[in-house]
């Protein structure tokens, strides 16, 4: 599997994967769209075909974010999810990563819970009657220091293991 930055080559195949842009929602498209222009969209891809993206950035007072993680549906539990986030990780910076998804969403809560992210908080009213669970994973600790990987980094493309 290859995760890099997307271009503005990808968008097409983004709309294609994401049921909701795919559906023509044009907020949707105008999001992706954005995030590949402000080189906040980072693609997962097998043999080249586009599989999965996680949007990452900080605007979440500063903090770093994960905006928004999809896999494409018949990828979805091949793991595909969990190296997205590692990548993000290694990318960040800062001391703190943020996610969050919706109640409903008990694969993605899974998975927070599998990459040792903790509950930080609930918004209400987003989603009527599916609330948002917000989510923290501290990064850069003793702990990750010492199995090596606090102080490494992603770069903005490379490949991991096929």
Do not use: W
């Amino acid at each position: 599997m290859d995760i890099r930055l997307a271009s503005e080559y990808d968008l097409s195949a983004l709309f294609q994967i994401d049921h909701i842009a795919r559906g023509n929602l044009e907020k949707r498209r105008e999001f992706l769209s954005g995030t590949v222009d402000r080189s906040e969209c980072y693609v997962a891809s097998i043999e080249e075909e586009l599989i999965g993206y996680a949007v990452f950035n900080y605007t979440f007072f500063r903090n770093g974010t994960i905006n928004m993680l999809y896999i494409k549906e018949e990828f979805r539990g091949r793991g595909i999810g969990g190296q997205l986030i590692d990548y993000i990780e290694r990318l960040c910076p800062e001391e703190k990563l943020f996610t969050s998804t919706n109640q409903s969403n008990l694969r993605m809560r899974r998975l927070m819970e599998k990459k040792g992210f903790e509950k930080s908080g609930v918004i209400e009213n987003l989603d009527e009657g599916d609330p948002e669970i917000v989510y923290l994973k501290r990064l850069n600790t003793e702990e990750q220091d010492r199995g090596g990987n606090g102080s490494c980094r992603a770069t903005p493309h490379r490949s991991i293991g096929k």
